[in-house]
């Protein structure tokens, strides 16, 4: 058995490999070099894990891959695996999450992209179709977009419950269905845009990442701009649990795999302050769900450090115990291979790290 790093930058992807329990790592790449990599995936739902990643060419524009060789080879479909149909008046800007379905749906595959849209994919993967009932929600011409544009970056399918799917994007909010995608509530109730007439709207809220509970799947946490929230019903109401943090503003949410309440977050001080707070590089961790926090720095820079964490460029495996891994805008990538307590650098010099996705393999 192997762990499997998948760190998407701004210049490729590159793929680190480690057979000694995370100790060392083998790095290769960069794979599509010069493209920006928003998304990738592991897919280890079937015997022979599956890698997506979206590549966004500033030539070619926006596509989707697939490999199922860990990397060695990948497919790229000569027509879009993934557009908006002709009737929308819209065309993909970037596909920016890409997450496997539930296990008892092994070729189902969701995609969140720019503008603000949901795609399905019933085939691994390979072609996607627009979930249109969310594309032609009432709120979707209000929706509006951040300083990265209007995306949703979340995606969180029910692992017990195929119908229930919940999303978030920015600038837009949470919104859920129960019913297999034919119909979409918002989900933003406690959840505070201060940068709004109305700070408690119904929507409008620029959520940064939501993460769901591996054990109870109705506890969901997120980040916000400016706000970090727990939810106990699915995503109905949301309650601030930011006391014990340094600051409210941030980007990553990670759930452990396993383990219920256990969570990871970068702050940083401010949105016009995006810096590590204090300037330095420290990742906090809650084992209460969030009423406590601790920082977590042993083997991390201690000199002063300003790059920020984006927020998909943070990720725990299934490995135990459970790998934690982050990527930094100024190209660096650490992991712990203890839940936290320790890290160790495993590539310098990347250009900036968009996104980390790890695996057994």
């Not at 296990?103 to 019933?122: H, K, N």
Request: charged letters at 20%; glycine letters at 10%.
């Amino acid at each position: 058995m192997a762990t499997l790093l998948a760190i998407g930058t701004g210049k490729g992807l590159f793929l680190a490999t480690s057979h000694d329990d995370r100790g060392s790592w083998e790095l290769s790449g960069p794979h599509f070099a010069m493209t920006g990599i928003y998304a990738v995936a592991i897919d280890t739902r079937r015997a022979t894990p599956r890698l997506h990643a979206s590549t966004s060419s500033s030539h070619f524009g926006p596509s989707l891959a697939v490999s199922d060789d860990l990397g060695a080879t990948w497919q790229e479909p000569d027509q879009p695996p993934l557009s908006f149909p002709a009737d929308t008046g819209a065309s993909l800007g970037r596909v920016w999450q890409i997450t496997p379905g539930p296990a008892s749906e092994p070729d189902l595959v969701y995609a969140g992209t720019e503008p603000a849209a949901l795609f399905r994919s019933v085939d691994g993967g390979r072609s996607y179709e627009l979930i249109r009932p969310l594309w032609e929600h009432p709120h979707r011409p209000e929706w509006g977009a951040g300083f990265g544009g209007q995306a949703i970056h979340t995606v969180l399918p029910h692992p017990d419950d195929p119908e229930r799917v919940l999303v978030a994007l920015s600038s837009g909010g949470v919104y859920r269905t129960d019913d297999g995608g034919a119909s979409w509530t918002a989900g933003n109730t406690g959840i505070k845009a201060y940068f709004l007439p109305d700070p408690w709207p119904e929507f409008g809220q620029c959520v940064h990442k939501v993460a769901r509970d591996p054990v109870d799947p109705e506890r969901l946490y997120a980040q916000n701009h400016h706000g970090v929230y727990r939810s106990d019903d699915g995503g109905a109401t949301w309650q601030s649990i930011a006391a014990g943090l340094p600051s409210d503003f941030g980007f990553p949410m990670v759930a452990h795999p396993r383990r219920g309440g256990v969570i990871y977050n970068f702050p940083l001080v401010a949105d016009g302050e995006r810096f590590p707070v204090d300037r330095r590089c420290q990742v906090y961790r809650s084992a209460d769900a969030g009423t406590t926090w601790e920082p977590l720095a042993k083997g991390l820079p201690t000199a002063p450090f300003y790059p920020a964490v984006l927020r998909d460029a943070m990720c725990a495996d299934d490995a135990d115990p459970a790998g934690v891994y982050f990527g930094t805008r100024s190209g660096e990538v650490y992991a712990s291979r203890d839940e936290g307590e320790s890290w160790s650098l495993v590539a310098a010099h990347l250009p900036d790290v968009l996104s980390v996705r790890a695996a057994e393999v």
